[in-house]
């Protein structure tokens, strides 16, 4: 299925907004983690609608909130946090309720990787929220990160944020009942790819449905595309990295 656009913006109330996001899922973790395949097979259950792109909402929001931008302005204004948190919760619920609306599915689900780092504010906002948080090998990261034409060549920097992501992301998620945090290897898509989602459909309350394997096939994702299948050779591929680039695992 492919979504077709569409002018047509359905204006919720407040309440209705609520219906669609019941237990929103939020998908985790440092870049090139396996967020992106996590995001394809969330995607392809039959329940659950989750965009091809990323939204950077809270990272962008996160200053107004919490940062200087709050504390010299917003801190001023006559109205208190809890209310435009709540407004913040209806912006975000019009957003991805209408797109779970378009898409035909009753949840939906968020994938930017950074957004790890302001789970704290997530769950502000969303308190019946989910995590799932995506943990790679951090030789795999940083050597995926290097062959890309965005990430950093600086091995230094893509250890350190490697790190941060995956402690950050476990602070905050240890903290949180284990219905609401998982942490999902990305080693284990591959090796073990039916049973990790039927984990993972347990811990979403939903039923597990056989197209989340297939999630490649374009008819079995929202944008209809068709996707690149998963392959024993996505995990190892650190052996590319030199002595001195695992040293600096050692050292960080």
């Known amino acids: 299925m492919k979504l077709q656009k569409t002018d047509a913006w359905i204006d919720f109330t407040f309440e209705e907004s609520e219906k669609y996001s019941k237990?929103?899922?939020?998908?985790?973790?440092?870049?090139?983690?396996?967020?992106?395949?996590?995001?394809?097979?969330?995607?392809?259950?039959?329940?659950?609608?989750?965009?091809?792109?990323?939204?950077?909402?809270?990272?962008?929001?996160?200053?107004?909130?919490?940062?200087?931008?709050?504390?010299?302005?917003?801190?001023?204004?006559?109205?208190?946090?809890?209310?435009?948190?709540?407004?913040?919760?209806?912006?975000?619920?019009?957003?991805?309720?209408?797109?779970?609306?378009?898409?035909?599915?009753?949840?939906?689900?968020?994938?930017?990787?950074?957004?790890?780092?302001?789970?704290?504010?997530?769950?502000?906002v969303f308190p019946d929220a989910q995590f799932i948080h995506m943990i790679r090998n951090?030789?795999?990261?940083?050597?995926?990160?290097?062959?890309?034409?965005?990430?950093?060549?600086?091995?230094?920097?893509?250890?350190?944020?490697?790190?941060?992501?995956v402690t950050e992301g476990q602070r905050v998620g240890r903290r949180l009942p284990s219905d609401r945090y998982i942490e999902i290897r990305f080693e284990d898509l591959i090796t073990s790819l039916e049973p990790t989602l039927k984990g993972v459909c347990k811990f979403l309350n939903e039923e597990y449905d056989g197209r989340m394997l297939n999630y490649h096939f374009p008819e079995n994702n929202s944008w209809g595309l068709s996707l690149r299948p998963l392959k024993k050779e996505d995990i190892g591929k650190y052996k590319g990295l030199s002595i001195l680039e695992k040293y600096c695992f050692k050292r960080i």
């Open 138 to 165: 951090g030789y795999d990261v940083v050597k995926s990160l290097k062959n890309t034409h965005w990430g950093s060549k600086n091995i230094v920097f893509n250890v350190r944020q490697w790190v941060k992501h």
């Open 23 to 124: 237990r929103p899922i939020f998908i985790v973790g440092s870049p090139r983690s396996g967020t992106t395949l996590m995001r394809y097979i969330i995607d392809a259950h039959p329940n659950i609608f989750c965009p091809p792109c990323e939204t950077f909402i809270f990272n962008t929001l996160n200053p107004t909130f919490n940062g200087f931008i709050w504390k010299d302005h917003y801190a001023q204004l006559p109205f208190t946090r809890e209310a435009l948190i709540k407004w913040l919760r209806k912006y975000v619920m019009d957003l991805f309720g209408n797109l779970a609306v378009k898409a035909g599915k009753k949840r939906w689900a968020e994938k930017t990787p950074s957004h790890v780092l302001f789970m704290d504010f997530i769950n502000e």
